[in-house]
């Protein structure tokens, strides 16, 4: 059964800041890994997909990293503003299964 | 562009009562559709998902049904609501037939039962 583990579950850091949210996972057998963004009361945005055949995808001040073999992956935010701040969940797709396994999340504070 | 509606918002019913859940997805056909529910703290689970008209497959035995009576209409119920299906539902979509399935998601209802 795959498990996703989120580390830390919470982060608070100073405005500029560069950070790494990680998550890792106890399958490497995935098909994808996808990041989302989650504001108090709302949807999921979905941020990056990363192939399993993929070691990172970049959009704007994010990336995210894939190291399959070991099972983990990192998203890095650079220069971090307090509109980052919000739940930021990994999630992970095995095979052909469309079934994607949540984490539980990192709850980010970016301060002013 | 596409997006994905759904209603209501919030939700307060009873104990025992019947619950309908609509989720609708606009400017894509033929969508990979699911619903997700979000207890507090826990993570997503993955309730159905449905590959065509009709089609439902169910991850876990619950309270709940879905029905997709048409293309991009999803329908959450339950003929008698439980204390524990309180929570906050998602619906999501993702493309047919593409490998990556990049799933996209709704506003969310949150239910909470009585």
């Known amino acids: 059964k795959q498990e996703v583990t989120q580390i830390p579950a919470a982060l608070s850091v100073p405005e500029g800041e560069n950070l790494v949210l990680n998550c890792s996972f106890t399958?490497?057998?995935?098909?994808?890994l996808q990041w989302f963004r989650q504001d108090p009361g709302k949807g999921l945005t979905s941020l990056l997909l990363?192939?399993?055949?993929?070691r990172e995808q970049t959009s704007g001040r994010l990336n995210a990293s894939l190291d399959k073999s070991s099972g983990r992956s990192t998203l890095y935010i650079a220069a971090s503003q307090p509109g980052d701040s919000a739940t930021y969940l990994c999630?992970?797709?095995?095979?052909?299964?469309?079934?994607?396994?949540f984490g539980k999340g990192t709850l980010l504070t970016v301060n002013p | 562009s596409q997006t994905i509606h759904q209603w209501p918002a919030t939700l307060v019913q009873p104990v025992g009562s019947p619950l309908s859940l609509e989720c609708t997805v606009e400017?894509?056909?033929?969508?990979?559709l699911y619903w997700y529910r979000q207890a507090a703290g826990r993570g997503l689970q993955l309730l159905f998902y449905?590959?065509?008209?009709?089609?439902i497959s169910s991850e876990v035995p619950q309270n709940l049904s879905a029905s997709r009576p048409q293309d991009r209409q999803f329908i959450l119920s339950s003929k008698k609501l439980l204390l524990s299906d309180s929570g906050f539902y998602l619906c999501?979509?993702?493309?047919?037939?593409?490998?990556?399935?990049?799933?996209?998601f709704g506003p969310g209802t949150r239910l909470t039962v009585l």
């Open positions: 999630a992970v797709r095995k095979g052909s299964n469309y079934k994607l396994t």
């Open positions: 399958d490497s057998a995935i098909y994808n």
């Open positions: 449905s590959v065509g008209i009709g089609q």
């Open positions: 400017g894509t056909s033929n969508p990979n």
């Open positions: 999501a979509w993702s493309i047919s037939g593409r490998s990556y399935n990049e799933q996209f």
């Open positions: 990363i192939q399993s055949s993929q």
